[in-house]
């Protein structure tokens, strides 16, 4: 067990930890259901969700994780052997992080042929049907247009998924430090860096001022119980929660790690990433005249950004930055989601790395087609009436992953001993104990609720 590869710098650990929560969750999620529920209303709402939820269940995680010193279920089995049924916990974070990484793969290969189609400029040159329609509606007409061909079609997305599939298999296959933390350690500053250039040019557009009121105008009047559902609920899949993904990494952690500082560090980074996007975001959308248009989801990156930046001068440079940043975010995030696969792989069925990383990779080629030809050629067949695609982010999103929120935050709130909760968030004692009264509570009393108000929220 004293074996086990670790990071090998605290910027690895950070960067890695981050590349996992930094993903589409923030860029076409977060933006959107602040703009949507009350602004800056929202916006502290989700600051408190974070404190409340996202970081006592991190540090849970990570506690879990580093003291379990092996994957997602060998973690339960060795912090308590003799509580036997457990590992059931951590066989459903796996599960979900694989089913979720059979679509998330798909959509990391949509952003990467937005890359692709923006660096050739093939985006960006007229076609058929849009022609007869002027202005803004044949723009948007336009653009729909190639998302269908890129997005629904049903050789060009399965190339693409291919591509990133090929590509994951290739850092996983490098190992936790010379795959994981050198990909994450060149990637994640390559993020912040075209964060950064984008904010600093959408701060000097027009209608800058009026694009972040539109976007953090405080709203009371939008405040509604499901405000505070919708932060919750965001705050757990933006920081990548409950999905074993943490407890993986964080076996990766060394001794001296400090527990709570990293979880702080990294959902404050996240949340930052949140924010720039918004700042980023909704100046351009006032600017160019599109407030009205799609600013959520798919939509507002496929097609109302790629109306902005045809809008723009130096409309190829921007957008293949732009579309860099997307695949660099999702490309982290399908990195950390296969993680948790393969390290079961090496540690339950004593596998070494690179068998371990086929084994996890080859059945997505498979699978990660079913989801792609789902949402395009197969998009009639449905199970209880929604696409394979969207069927399993429902369950595995919206179900196993809060279901598994639940499970761990019992288990360290209740189960485990409160000496090795204890141990591993003071580092054996040597750092201040205020935090782990804080967070034995937290994960004892509230975690557990509002995660079970998350998912009950769903049912009525
Ligand atoms: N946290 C990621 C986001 O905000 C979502 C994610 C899901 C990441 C699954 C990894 C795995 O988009």
Known sequence: MSEKIKFGSKIGIIAATVGSAVGLGNVWRFPAETQANGGAVFLLIYILCIFILGIPV??????????????????????????????????????????????????SGWTLEYLFQSITGNLYTPTTPAEGIVGIEGEEALFQDRMAQYITGTYRPLVMTYVMLVANLCILALGVQKGIEKMSNVMMPVLFVLLLIFCAFSLTLPKASEGLSFFLKPDFSAVTPATFVNALGQAFFSLSLAMGILVTYSSYYPANTKLTRTAVTVSLLDLMVAILMGVIIFPAVMTFGLADHQLAGSALVFVTLPEIFAQMGGTQFWSTLFFLLLTVAAFTSTISLAEVSVAFMECHFKMKRIKACVVVILPLFVLSSICSLSVGPWSDFTICGKT?????????????????????????????????????ITNNGTLRTRTFGIMAFMIKWISPILIAIILIWQFI
């Open 388 to 424: 394979i695609f969207d069927f399993l982010d429902a369950v595995a999103t919206n179900i196993m992953l809060p279901v598994g929120g639940i499970l761990l935050c019992v288990y360290m709130g209740w189960v485990a001993p409160r000496k090795f909760f204890y141990n591993e």
């Open 58 to 107: 991190m540090t849970a995680e990570f506690s879990l994780g580093r003291g379990g010193n092996s994957d997602a279920i060998g973690a339960f089995r060795n912090v308590t052997p003799h509580r036997k049924g457990w590992w059931m916990a951590g066989a459903l974070a796996i599960l979900a992080s694989y089913l979720i990484l059979s679509f998330y793969m798909v959509v």
